[in-house]
DNA sequence: TAGATTGTTAATCGATTAACAATC
DNA sequence: TAGATTGTTAATCGATTAACAATC
């Protein structure tokens, strides 16, 4: 349980995650870092020093046992416990995100939903109603929420990132195309659609397939 | 105009590019790399390594001009021209994205949507009906497509994979939770939003702020 | 002119790859 | 045992930071 993982470790190890997923899947009990490599489009050595950061997870001679593997991942991911989080934005994205049964599925639980108009407010998206935003701060001190996800334009963040803060939430997954200012005991993941799609469309201008 | 921008520069472009059209909007017409760097939070020598990758756009004892420097990164970013995407899957995903006005704005055009879910096909999106997957091909052939974006589950990728490999698409934008198999002419920029929940679980689970 | 700030070279730092002894 | 494959150290490669001469 080293310290000081690089972030490009720790952006691969959702991967190794989902490609173990797929080979307990498939039934494949063992795989060498050489055989994981090929089919990651990695090196062997890269998977050997990625993993060993956070233990000794294999055997010479006979590689990883697939399912330990995916269960020690699954571990270091956080996953062992269950999320609360609580949606910030009751438009498209936001009804989107709370469908999306997958997240639930990892133990991602949506526990409500909040929006200022008045339009959203009462419907019901998978049996949550979305709230009126002015009762999110009772919310968060009634309620024990993880991670808040904001699904809100920009120019309203503002309006909600200091209650946010000041109820000292641990995590904001962020779909809002600005970067937040927050204190460091707040981890801050951002999904920013829009850089996506340029840096899309500058590979495709350049023609280059230096793709991830 | 050089070659080999490599992925960690590509990433920070749109990031420069949102700066500078705050700047813009701000009406602040010049900027320094060390004035810039505090308000992105990077270093004052790496804005200039950035930008010089692609010209030299800054005056000595002046800094940048904002307006040119934002209008040279939009060009960079090969937006000064428009793009022809279709969507296939019309979920929520999918409808989220058609309805997102960002990306028209900035010249993404989505000119179709794509199910074979015989209860949304018909649906109007935006003026954009959703048509029946089967008719991708002949749509592939008789118009001009850019960017296809992959909003269906991952099972079903492969319906629909090869006719846009076979209709020689360009880019992909994936939002579908699998690698894709492509050949080197297809640009595929990823969005894999359960790999981005994971990373923030892990980071909660071990309490640093390395954000980013 | 003097001060500011770039473009660019050199130094440092970190991440990836290669190599190999240990060992199952 | 012999072969395979790990864990780990060393070598390489690339990206970031520092420094500074050039110059506006």
Redesign the interface.
Request: charged residues 25%; glycine residues 4%; positive net charge.
């Given at each position: 349980m080293d310290?000081d993982?690089s972030?490009a470790v720790?952006?691969r190890?959702?991967?190794y995650?989902?490609y173990l997923g797929d080979l307990l899947e498939h039934g494949i009990t063992r795989i060498s870092s050489n055989d994981l490599a090929r089919r990651m489009?990695l090196t062997a050595s890269q998977i050997r020093q990625d993993l060993n950061k956070f233990g000794c997870f294999g055997q010479q001679g006979y590689g990883y046992n697939v399912e330990l593997l995916y269960d020690e991942i699954k571990s270091?991911?956080?996953?062992q416990?269950t999320?609360n989080l609580i949606i910030i934005g009751g438009g498209?994205?936001g009804?989107?995100?709370a469908?999306?049964s997958?997240?639930q599925k990892?133990g991602?639980k949506f526990t409500a939903i909040f929006d200022k108009n008045p339009r959203l407010i009462g419907i019901k998206i998978r049996g949550l109603e979305i709230m009126d935003i002015s009762g999110l701060d009772a919310y968060l001190k009634n309620n024990s929420v993880?991670?808040a996800v904001l699904a809100l334009p920009k120019a309203n963040v503002s309006e909600v990132l200091p209650t946010l803060i000041r109820n000292n939430i641990?995590?904001i997954?962020n779909f809002s195309?600005v970067?937040l200012k927050t204190p460091?005991?707040?981890?801050?993941?951002?999904?920013?659609?829009?850089?996506?799609?340029?840096?899309?469309?500058?590979?495709?201008?350049?023609?280059?397939?230096?793709?991830?």
């Open positions: 310290k993982i972030i720790i952006k190890l959702p991967r995650y989902r489009n270091i991911l956080g996953l416990r999320y498209n994205l009804q989107t995100l469908n999306y997958n997240f990892r991602f993880d991670i641990s995590g997954w195309h970067d460091d005991s707040i981890t801050v993941e951002n999904v920013h659609l829009t850089d996506s799609l340029l840096t899309l469309s500058y590979r495709l201008s350049r023609n280059g397939k230096d793709s991830l």
